[in-house]
């Protein structure tokens, strides 16, 4: 695949095939990701590949507490509810996600079911929990760096077929994830990244999610032309 195939072709992937990752492959995929640039070289990133059975217990978990109601803990600074363009982009993506799904805006049952499958890391057959080191806490470069590592392995993985989404969901109950993925406390949870096959026939997958215009993000200084 060309550069241009990759990142003009990556979606990110909701619904895959009950068919296992080598993990060849994904060492392969996260060694690429690697390449990533990072401030002052620190890759401050680590990874937790989660599959079988601690995935599955990640996932009934995740599932139980949002049940519950417990609250969401992340181990970084959020910020509150989003507004303006901010909240216009985020209703449109949900829009095109449940028009895909056939969810209808009044339909409860299916919207909680949507969101119940985003806190089972979409029963894809993999979980990569990215970490950074807590040594350096507190700063905002490092969740900086831990995105671009994000953003290298999701086009690396479907530069070999694999789909991804990565997601905040996996990670609102941080302490679950913690636990039953062993991450060691002196590393911070940032994100999470579902992998796996894509399944072709699952509606979200073709999904191809809009992006506001260049010349409404880009302020070009000092050209002559
Ligand atoms: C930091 C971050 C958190 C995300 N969290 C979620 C999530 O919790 N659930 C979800 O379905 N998608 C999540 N996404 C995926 C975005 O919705 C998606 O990247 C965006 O809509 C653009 O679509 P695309 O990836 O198909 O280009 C997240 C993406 C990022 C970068």
């Known amino acids: 695949m060309t550069y241009d195939e990759v990142v003009f072709g990556r979606r990110s992937i909701r619904g895959y095939l009950r068919k296992p990752v ?4 994904i060492r392969e995929v996260i060694e690429m990701a690697m390449r990533a640039p990072s401030s002052l070289n620190t890759q401050p990133w680590n990874f937790h590949v989660v599959t079988g059975e601690p995935l599955d217990r990640i996932r009934a978990g995740n599932t139980e507490r949002n049940l519950a109601g417990v609250p ?31 969810i ?15 806190f089972r890391q979409f029963d894809a057959p993999v979980a990569i ?20 590592v994000a953003n290298a392995l999701v086009n690396a993985a479907w530069s070999r077929g694999l789909g991804c989404v990565i997601n905040s969901q996996g990670i609102m109950q941080s302490p679950v994830v913690r636990e039953h993925a062993g991450i060691p406390e002196d590393q911070v949870i940032m994100i999470c990244i579902a992998m796996g096959w ?3 026939s699952f ?3 073709a999904v191809v999610s809009t992006r506001k215009a260049v010349d ?10």
């Not at 805006?105 to 985003?118: E, I, N, P, S, T």
């Not at 990215?130 to 040594?135: A, F, G, L, P, W």
Request: hydrophobic share 35%; net charge negative.
């Open 216 to 225: 409404d993000a880009v302020t070009f200084v000092g050209f002559e032309d």
């Open 104 to 118: 209808e805006r009044h339909d409860a049952a299916a919207r909680q079911d949507w969101v119940l499958r985003g």
């Open 72 to 102: 969401h803990s992340r181990e970084f600074r959020i910020h509150g509810e989003y507004a303006g363009d901010h909240r216009e982009r985020q209703i449109g993506i949900a829009k095109q996600l449940f028009a895909a799904m056939g």
């Open 22 to 25: 080598p993990r060849a492959l």
């Open 203 to 205: 509606p979200a997958n």
């Open 129 to 148: 929990v990215v970490t950074y080191d807590r040594s350096i806490h507190g700063g905002d470069i490092a969740p900086f760096d831990c995105g671009a």
């Open 198 to 200: 894509p399944d072709e």
